[in-house]
């Protein structure tokens, strides 16, 4: 407000003549006004009243004011006391610095962070601790600040007092200061937050993340190339993930499946998903999957639950069980193959030790015919006796030789043979005793590769074949059909059959009788296993075909159906390029002479020839002597073998021709070969047995002998091996 004009009393009519000087009242302060003394009995309209009135109103404003500035000084010394305490009590560094770069204020962490330690230089200069690199772009900060008022230089280098170095953002508020004459000045408030910590928190979140992601990243790998079916569904049980192995398990592309309901794939793993709010993890078992085409197959199913903020995922593994459920019946097939194996050995094994004991007898019986034939040729009754005798033992030496084929183990010596020259000697054995009402068909190519065989058994095979489909036709009309063709390598016929990965020719035998039953089918090459009744089989033929393919590196396969018949196949190795040049041998002799020829004749010997048997049996020891004594011999048998040893070493030059049994107890026929060599260099010796392998024919004439004699065996037979190394010069 503005002060009265007091002027109007210098003009005043009762004023005195003389004037009085006043003082300047506008110059003066309020505390110095002048106190005048007035009346106070003036009337209301006099203008002096008037004047005092405005004059004490005022005074009384002028004390509202002055207790107004007194108040505004208050608090702005106040606020003045509390930036000062905020400003120095901040925990980052601040600088209040002028427009020349010219520090005004700092706190106490501006000054221990740009101050070196140990100095009290006063902080001048704010730019020289930027960096050089980071200068141009502070000033900016500072000329942006100037026109919005604040402005921001972010990941800044400072040099602190130390020398160490750290990296800051800088935040700069500008301040116009007012002046009484001229322009504001500008202040720039500088504030400085260190991001070290928060650059290595960003450091170790950004390595973390990245690790998180190289995490997914492997996780989706291992899913994708996981070879289980890996499916995850959420708490709607739809499926969220789908991994390739389950689309190709589930025959279904994975844009189908997503979004789907687990039951479509896996109808018996959706009861599990109830497990959920009691376990992590859960093994369900085998259980039936299907396929998007509707197909069935066999899976192992587990699952693990999870619970995550936003609900449950259940992952589920599936591994399909097919191959495995492939692979138990393979191994299932091979153990059942193993134990017939096994089986069949260890009766092959049997089979040979009866054949060997039964050789005796039977060797005993047809010599004793012989003998009593020739004692009783004016007798034809009892000659007619003796010849079915003979027939009989005949029958029983064959059935013997069918039990050591079986039983043999040695490969025999095979070489080329056509498939087209083996089936045609069979068929025309077979026409002869063939029944009217059955037809036999031949169908066999002569382009065929040869198969490496023994022609003899071979036919022995498919006679046996043949005659077993004769019996189950019996008197009924029917048709046998033989066939031959070649079969490539096959990986899963080989492992069924046993047989080494190569190509085989396959003879078949096929007819269409009655069948075999499955329970016969599992006994069928087991020896002496007939369904034939008493006396028309010895159960032996199938045996023999087993023993034979077995023997040939082959094998032999059968499929029947009740009402449709039988097939036999045979596998024969084929011939390799090395060994096609191979030609058969020359026909065996019954007995094996080294470089003995035969002779049709058989001279009687000269004087008294003194021949040592050795046989473990007294029945054919007996017989043998008989044998050879009307022959004109000196026959001496030992039943031990360590007593005729004995006996030669007694007198060596006694004897002039040994024969042993090659299986004796507790004793081989090769070692007392051996033996009569060392004692008597000269002595001519022959083994006989009824088991004659390579291995034993190879070791045999090793140690000297030089005659193999086959049991049971003709009683000329005998006679002229002994007479041809008895007397060679006479053949």
Do not use: W
């Amino acid at each position: 407000m503005s002060r009265p004009d007091l002027s109007f009393l210098l003009h005043r009519e009762d004023a005195p003549a003389a004037p009085t000087s006043l003082p300047d009242l506008d110059s003066m302060p309020l505390e110095a006004l002048p106190v005048f003394e007035l009346p106070e009995d003036l009337p209301d309209d006099d203008p002096l009243a008037a004047l005092i009135a405005e004059l004490r109103n005022y005074q009384n404003e002028l004390e509202i004011q002055n207790k107004v500035l007194d108040y505004s000084q208050a608090v702005a010394e106040s606020a003045s006391e509390r930036f000062e305490a905020l400003f120095s009590s901040v925990p980052l560094p601040l600088l209040v610095l002028d427009e020349h770069d010219m520090v005004i204020q700092a706190n106490a962490m501006a000054h221990n962070a740009f101050q070196a330690e140990g100095h009290d230089r006063l902080l001048v200069s704010f730019m020289p601790y930027v960096c050089p690199t980071d200068t141009q772009r502070v000033a900016q900060a500072f000329e942006a600040s100037r026109t919005a008022g604040h402005s921001e230089a972010h990941e800044v280098i400072f040099t602190l007092g130390s020398g160490q170095q750290i990296q800051a953002d800088l935040h700069i508020a500008c301040i116009q200061i007012p002046q009484r004459e001229g322009p504001a000045i500008a202040q720039f408030m500088c504030a400085i937050v260190d991001q070290g910590p928060l650059l290595a928190e960003r450091h170790q979140l950004q390595e973390r993340n990245d690790q998180l992601h190289a995490s997914e990243r492997r996780l989706e790998s291992v899913i994708n190339s996981s070879l289980d079916a890996i499916i995850c569904v959420d708490r709607d049980q739809r499926i969220t993930v789908f991994n390739p192995t389950a689309a190709a398990l589930l025959l279904c592309p994975v844009a189908d499946a997503l979004g789907s309901k687990l039951e479509r794939f896996l109808p018996d793993a959706v009861h599990a998903l109830d497990l959920a709010p009691l376990t992590t993890q859960a093994m369900l078992g085998e259980m039936t999957a299907r396929t998007a085409t509707g197909k069935t197959l066999p899976v192992e199913v587990s699952m693990s639950f999870e619970r995550l903020s936003d609900g449950e995922v259940t992952t589920v593994f599936a591994r399909d069980l097919t191959s495995h459920k492939r692979a138990e019946a393979q191994r299932s097939e091979l153990e059942m193959q193993l134990r017939e194996s096994h089986k069949m050995q260890a009766l092959g094994t049997m089979a040979g030790g009866i054949a060997h004991d039964f050789n005796n007898i039977v060797g005993a019986i047809l010599g004793n015919v012989e003998l009593a034939k020739a004692d009783c040729s004016h007798n034809p009754q009892a000659l007619e006796s003796l010849l079915e005798i003979e027939k009989a033992g005949r029958r029983a030496r064959d059935l013997v030789r069918q039990i050591l084929t079986f039983s043999r183990n040695e490969p025999p010596k095979r070489y080329a043979v056509h498939a087209h020259e083996v089936m045609r000697d069979t068929e025309r054995l077979l026409r002869v005793t063939l029944p009217p009402a059955i037809e036999l068909q031949v169908n066999v190519s002569h382009d065929l590769p040869c198969m490496l065989a023994d022609p003899t058994q071979v036919e022995q095979a498919l006679f046996n074949l043949t005659t077993n489909a004769v019996h189950a036709l019996g008197e009924s009309r029917g048709l046998i059909r033989m066939e031959a063709a070649l079969s490539l390598s096959e990986q899963r016929l080989c492992d069924r059959l046993g047989l080494t990965l190569g190509d085989y020719l396959v003879i078949t035998v096929q007819d269409n009788g009655p069948g075999i039953a499955p329970t016969t089918l599992q006994r069928i090459f087991e020896p002496f296993f007939t369904t034939k009744p008493v006396g028309q089989g010895t159960g032996l033929g199938l045996a023999v075909v087993h023993g034979v393919m077995r023997t040939h590196g082959g094998a032999v396969d059968v499929s029947s159906q009740i009402g449709q018949g039988s097939i036999f196949a045979l596998y024969f190795p084929v011939m390799s390029p090395e060994i096609l040049g191979i030609q058969p041998p020359a026909p065996p002799a019954s007995s094996r002479a080294c470089a003995v020829p035969a002779a049709s004749a058989v001279p009687a010997p000269s004087g008294h020839k003194h021949v040592m048997y050795v046989d473990d049996d007294q029945a054919l020891v007996s017989l043998v002597q008989r044998l050879l004594r009307r022959r004109g011999y000196q026959v001496t048998g030992f039943l031990d073998p360590r007593e005729a040893t004995q006996a030669l070493r007694q007198n060596p030059f006694a004897y002039d021709l040994l024969v042993t049994d090659y299986n004796m107890p507790g004793y081989c026929g090769v070692d007392l070969v051996r033996d009569s060599k060392a004692i008597r260099p000269d002595l001519p010796v022959a083994l006989a047995s009824g088991y004659v392998t390579a291995e034993i024919e190879a070791q045999a004439i090793a140690a000297g002998a030089l005659a193999l004699i086959y049991k049971p065996n003709d009683v000329n037979e005998l006679c002229e091996t002994v007479d041809r190394l008895i007397q060679p010069q006479q053949f």
